[in-house]
């Protein structure tokens, strides 16, 4: 099993920039791939961003393409969540994923191991 632990949440006004980040523990090796979801009240978890650790592969969902960037910290195994130009409609829980199946997973069954959860709120 993989444990992971976000951080960087908070309050930002529409327009502004958070990092998120997620730290991996345990059986890293095995973690083929690392996502991002998240999930607003009232609604479902949904999927945002996927990183594959062999080749660097990422692919986002749409809603966030050109503003969202996930991006990895091998000797940390930490990866990142960078998001500028937020909107209130980016307000949510933010969860990280990891999975040791290859490929590029965006459904939550596509991940085994969760993270507990950041809050990320923008302000209009």
């Known amino acids: 099993q993989v444990q992971l632990v976000e951080s960087g949440g908070g309050l930002v006004q529409a327009g502004g920039s958070l990092r998120l980040s997620c730290a991996a523990s345990?059986?890293?090796?095995?973690?083929?791939?690392m996502g991002w979801f998240r999930q607003a009240p009232g609604k479902e978890r949904e999927f945002v961003a996927v990183?594959?650790?062999?080749?660097?592969?990422?692919h986002y969902t749409d809603s966030v393409k050109g503003r969202f960037t996930i991006s990895r910290d091998n000797a940390k195994n930490t990866i990142y969540l960078q998001m500028n130009s937020l909107k209130p409609e980016d307000t949510a829980v933010y969860y990280c994923?990891?999975?040791?199946?290859w490929g590029l997973g965006t459904d939550k069954a596509d991940f085994g191991s969760w993270g507990q959860g950041t809050q990320v709120t923008v302000s209009s």
């Open positions: 994923a990891a999975d040791q199946r």
């Open positions: 990183f594959m650790w062999r080749g660097g592969i990422t």
């Open positions: 345990g059986r890293t090796f095995s973690s083929y791939r």
